[in-house]
T-cell receptor, first 118, second 114 residues
Framework: GAVVSQHPSWVICKSGTSVKIECRSLDFQATTMFWYRQFPKQSLMLMATSNEGSKATYEQGVEKDKFLINHASLTLSTLTVTSAHPEDSSFYIC??????????????FGPGTRLTVL | KQEVTQIPAALSVPEGENLVLNCSFTDSAIYNLQWFRQDPGKGLTSLLLIQSSQREQTSGRLNASLDKSSGRSTLYIAASQPGDSATYLCAVNTINQAGTALIFGKGTTLSVSS
C-alpha cells in the first residue's frame, strides 16, 4: 500500500517551453501533497505544499508564477514548470500524505522526474 | 530555522561490517524523524520513522535511535551487504507555514564492497 507514482519519469525540453509533471497516489487519498527539487549532490528542498481544492503554499524563494501547482483531486497533483530554462534542470520528487495514516505527517514519495532543459 | 546535518558525507566499508550513520538537527521541536534510502537517479524509500516520543525503531538489520533533546539520531546497519550501497537521507518533520514539512539532510553515500 501507500504507492505514489509520477509521470513522466524523465523529460527533455527546449528552453522557453512548459512542462507538466503529474503525481498520483494510487491506493490512498491524499489531502496534502508536497513537491521537492533535488540538484546533483544536494538534499531535497521543499518547493511547495499543495492541499486538495486550495492554493498551494510556496516556500521562500520559489516563484509561484513559474512553478504552477494544481491539486484538483484527492489522488492527483500537477506541477507545471513554465518557460523552463536550463537552470530549472533538476530532479523533481513529489510526496503525498495519507489522510488516514496513523503516523503524524508521514509522507510517501514518488519515484521522481528528471527534467533536462536544453 | 531547522537545519539537518549528516555525517559522514560518504562511507566505504567491506561487506559484513556494522556501521553507524549520524544525523543532527538544530531545533528539537519536531514531530518525527525519518530515515530514507535513495538509489542513484531514483526516488526515496522510507526505512524507519521515529515519532518524537520514541527512542528507537528497528527493522531487520536496521536500527534507528532518536535523542530529541540533543538533536541527534543514528542509523545502525548490521552486517552490511553490497545491496546496502545507496545514499541514506535523514529528515525531520517540523512546523512550517503550511503546517508541517520534512527538512532533509544532504545524505550519507554508502558503498559496501564484496
Amino acid at each position: 500500500g501507500a504507492v505514489v507514482s509520477q509521470h513522466p519519469s524523465w523529460v527533455i525540453c527546449k528552453s522557453g517551453t512548459s512542462v507538466k509533471i503529474e503525481c498520483r497516489s494510487l491506493d490512498f487519498q491524499a489531502t496534502t501533497m508536497f513537491w521537492y527539487r533535488q540538484f546533483p549532490k544536494q538534499s531535497l528542498m521543499l518547493m511547495a505544499t499543495s492541499n486538495e481544492g486550495s492554493k498551494a503554499t510556496y516556500e521562500q524563494g520559489v516563484e509561484k508564477d513559474k512553478f504552477l501547482i494544481n491539486h484538483a483531486s484527492l489522488t492527483l497533483s500537477t506541477l507545471t514548470v513554465t518557460s523552463a530554462h536550463p537552470e530549472d534542470s533538476s530532479f523533481y520528487i513529489c510526496s503525498a500524505r495519507d489522510q488516514h495514516s496513523t503516523f503524524i505527517s508521514e509522507q510517501f514519495f514518488g519515484p521522481g522526474t528528471r527534467l533536462t532543459v536544453l | 530555522k531547522q537545519e539537518v546535518t549528516q555525517i559522514p558525507a560518504a562511507l566505504s566499508v567491506p561487506e559484513g561490517e556494522n556501521l553507524v550513520l549520524n544525523c543532527s538537527f538544530t531545533d528539537s521541536a519536531i514531530y518525527n524523524l525519518q530515515w530514507f534510502r535513495q538509489d542513484p537517479g531514483k526516488g526515496l524509500t522510507s526505512l524507519l520513522l521515529i515519532q518524537s516520543s520514541q527512542r528507537e525503531q528497528t527493522s531487520g538489520r536496521l536500527n534507528a535511535s532518536l535523542d530529541k533533546s540533543s538533536g541527534r539520531s543514528t542509523l545502525y546497519i548490521a552486517a552490511s551487504q553490497p545491496g546496502d550501497s545507496a545514499t541514506y537521507l535523514c529528515a525531520v518533520n517540523t512546523i512550517n507555514q503550511a503546517g508541517t514539512a520534512l527538512i532533509f539532510g544532504k545524505g550519507t553515500t554508502l558503498s559496501v564492497s564484496s
